[in-house]
């Protein structure tokens, strides 16, 4: 049977595959532990997962060509979801049969979506074949933990490890609002500073404040970077100390917009317009000159310009901050599953963009 016959008969069950989107993107991500891009941390898959899922799922027009051209698209970016997206699947099944089992022709509609995986599986698969005949490799990640501590600590730990061997690290910056995972290795240790040896130059300047993981420290080490040498890609760091990673608890990526993108926020009689400073699926942040009375829980209408399409939506606003001379305002957005998949695109590639710039 080919797409549309499958199709048009699990459309019969179109509520369960809406509701159960949180449920696989959810298990993508923790099977995703250990296939992850580094460039991408755990998070930063969610608007690719759910963007594959609603192409899968929504049964609104036939996802093979698209999903072909995904697959290999992000394999080029060294970014492979056969593995993780499997045990999803397989549960999704099993939750299809409990499901049916027991209605009218249920056993048909359980093979329908066996058969729709096969075939979604057989897609993926040739486009893997097309990307692994060109020689790229896969590359893991690591996953970020973090906890308080004190900076002599640190380098006692870094010195005592670096002497014995263990000099590799991952640095983690955030290169317009991306996480962005570095593999790297320590070169020297001079009383509180460090040089070290790294990869993705372009997303590091002096002053950032970076993140490093060390396979041998729990804990996620706060640094900045006080000197860079571009060409030979080393960075010379001051530790900082133990933090928590203020990142670790958005619960979408968020990305820069590619260009200067207008944002108009109403309120009752009061509109202001602005310019995007980043979004995510959940929500969008806005610089703007005038504020009036807004303030923090504060409803709103948000409307903005994506490549698909006019964003139109509800919003609560969950912070008005000021910075030399201009407002920002973080507003969470209430996006129905249209508008989530046009921002979800938008994420994507821009991520894409970026992972691509770094490479460059």
């Known amino acids: 049977m080919n797409f549309e016959q499958l199709a048009s008969i699990l459309k019969q069950d179109e509520e369960f595959f809406i509701n159960y989107k949180d449920k696989f993107r959810e298990e993508f991500i923790k099977n995703a532990k250990d296939e992850k891009n580094p460039l991408l941390g755990l998070k930063s898959l969610q608007p690719l997962v759910d963007k594959l899922y609603i192409l899968l799922f929504s049964f609104k027009k036939d996802p093979l060509e698209e999903l072909y051209n995904l697959t290999y698209k992000l394999a080029h970016h060294e970014i492979d979801f056969k593995k993780p997206i499997t045990k999803p699947l397989l549960k999704m099944v099993k939750d299809y049969i409990d499901l049916v089992a027991e209605r009218e022709e249920g056993y048909k509609r359980i093979k329908a979506l066996i058969s729709l995986i096969d075939l979604y599986f057989e897609t993926m698969e040739k486009a893997y074949s097309k990307y692994i005949s060109e020689l790229r490799s896969d590359v893991k990640g690591t996953e970020e933990e973090v906890i308080k501590g004190e ?9 005592k490890f670096y002497e014995r061997g263990y000099a590799n690290i991952i640095i983690l910056t955030f290169y317009k609002e991306m996480p962005v995972a570095c593999k790297s290795q320590i070169l020297e240790i001079v009383d509180r500073f460090f040089r070290v040896k790294t990869i993705h130059i372009k997303a590091f300047s002096i002053g950032d404040r970076v993140y490093i993981r060390h396979g041998s420290v729990a804990e996620t080490i706060a640094s900045r970077i006080i000197n860079m040498n571009i060409v030979e890609e080393i960075i010379e760091l001051d530790v900082i100390g133990f933090v928590e990673l203020p990142q670790d608890k958005r619960q979408h990526v968020r990305v820069e917009p ?17 310019l995007m400073a ?25 409307f903005f310009e994506l490549p698909k399409g006019e964003i139109t939506a509800e919003g609560e606003v969950r912070y008005v901050t000021l910075a030399e001379g201009t407002f920002r305002i973080g507003i969470k957005l209430n996006l129905d599953i249209h508008q989530e998949e046009a921002v979800n695109d938008y994420i994507m590639e821009r991520q894409l963009a970026i992972l691509k710039e770094l490479k460059d």
Not at 151 to 159: F, H, S, T
Not at 258 to 274: D, F, L, S, Y
């Open 258 to 274: 590619e260009k200067p993108t207008k944002v108009k926020i109403r309120k009752g009689e009061w509109k202001a317009e602005g």
């Open 151 to 159: 900076k002599e600590v640190i380098l006692k730990l870094l010195r």
């Open 278 to 302: 980043d979004i995510s699926v959940g929500g969008v942040g806005v610089f703007v000159k005038d504020k009036d009375d807004l303030k923090k829980d504060d409803l709103v209408i948000v």
